[in-house]
């Protein structure tokens, strides 16, 4: 989320510029980016050999559903 909101209030020159403003490892912000581009949400801009993430969107609605399958992850195991 700290990710989306960066690049949407200052667009970053470059995704190294922006994992130096969020302090990560710019691999791990290049992959976060990759997969927010997947789903539409991140467009880059080419600019030479860097990419320009942006977001063309003013609001950005995230909808999110997760759980454990039945039986998975239980306190009821015993421990040995």
Not at 13 to 25: P, V
Not at 26 to 53: C, M, Q, S, T
Not at 55 to 72: A, D, M, N
């Amino acid at each position: 989320m700290e990710l989306l909101e960066k690049v949407m209030q200052h667009p970053p020159e470059s995704i190294r510029a922006l994992a130096d403003r969020l302090d990560r490892d710019v691999h791990d912000v290049h992959n976060d980016l990759h997969l927010l581009a997947e789903y539409g949400i991140i467009h880059f801009e080419e600019d030479g050999r860097a990419k320009k993430p942006y977001v063309p969107y003013s609001t950005v609605w995230i909808e999110v559903e997760f759980g454990l399958r039945r039986g998975e992850g239980s306190e009821s195991a015993t421990s040995a």
